[in-house]
């Protein structure tokens, strides 16, 4: 009964690949987002959507587009990786406020 | 959102409070204090936030100054569980994207 759930939680690949990352949450949130945390360990929001809608798009390369399926899910595909995008990403659902955040256990991207 | 100042790192012996200052002293009156903690290759949980009132709940306690430019979160009874990374949040409801501004927080050590 997981609240929010990233598959896969590891993801090795060379450079120039696209890979997907896929996140679900069984909250009932209308609002869900995409974070990056690099090897320094600082967090920085890159997408937030509200009933399927991108709200945030924090300049982050068009390389990244968010998907948005329905309401429950919001999956992230990559293309063409470089090394930088090595990091780990977190997905979070929230009610639209998003006064408190639920977090899911991040997916450890690592591009060779 | 206003800026917070956390200490970089703190240590706290198992089983004694451990007290995480956090100031955010250009603070207005309607951005609400948020704390979340991040543990070791896990995703940011809450732990609590308030407005103006003290608040406690089965986590821990924030104690937020009358003129509100700095907080505490109290762990009254730390834990080697605990030991995280802490982070002191200042946002407002209308925050257009909904998302959190996590900075480098406070790294938390709890010890035997």
């Known amino acids: 009964d997981t609240a929010v759930s990233q598959t896969p939680k590891y993801l090795v690949t060379q450079m120039g690949n696209d890979k997907s990352i896929k996140c679900e949450q069984n909250?009932?949130?209308?609002?869900m987002y995409w974070y990056k945390q690099d090897s320094k360990k600082f967090l920085k929001i890159m997408f937030s959507?509200?009933?399927?809608?991108?709200?945030i798009n924090e300049t982050v390369p068009n390389r990244f587009s968010p998907k948005s399926p329905d309401k429950a899910h919001l999956n992230l595909h990559i293309n063409s990786l470089e090394l930088g995008d090595s990091a780990v990403y977190f997905c979070?659902?929230?009610?639209?406020?998003?006064?408190?955040?639920?977090f899911g256990p991040g997916t450890r991207l690592t591009v060779l | 959102d206003a800026k917070t100042t956390q200490p970089t790192s703190m240590d706290c012996a198992e089983g004694r409070a451990a007290n995480l200052p956090c100031n955010h002293s250009?603070?207005?009156?309607?951005?609400?204090v948020y704390w979340y903690r991040q543990i070791h290759s896990q995703g940011p949980q809450y732990i609590i936030h308030?407005?103006?009132n003290n608040e406690t709940n089965e986590m821990a306690s924030l104690i937020i100054t009358e003129d509100r430019k700095s907080s505490t979160l109290i762990l009254p009874h730390a834990t080697l569980r605990d030991t995280a990374v802490y982070y002191c949040i200042v946002r407002g409801t209308t925050n257009s994207g909904y998302a959190l501004n996590f900075g480098k927080g406070t790294s938390l050590l709890v010890t035997p």
């Open positions: 308030g407005l103006k």
């Open positions: 250009t603070i207005s009156g309607n951005e609400y």
């Open positions: 959507y509200n009933n399927k809608e991108l709200i």
């Open positions: 979070a659902s929230s009610q639209p406020t998003g006064m408190v955040q639920f």
């Open positions: 909250l009932g949130h209308d609002t």
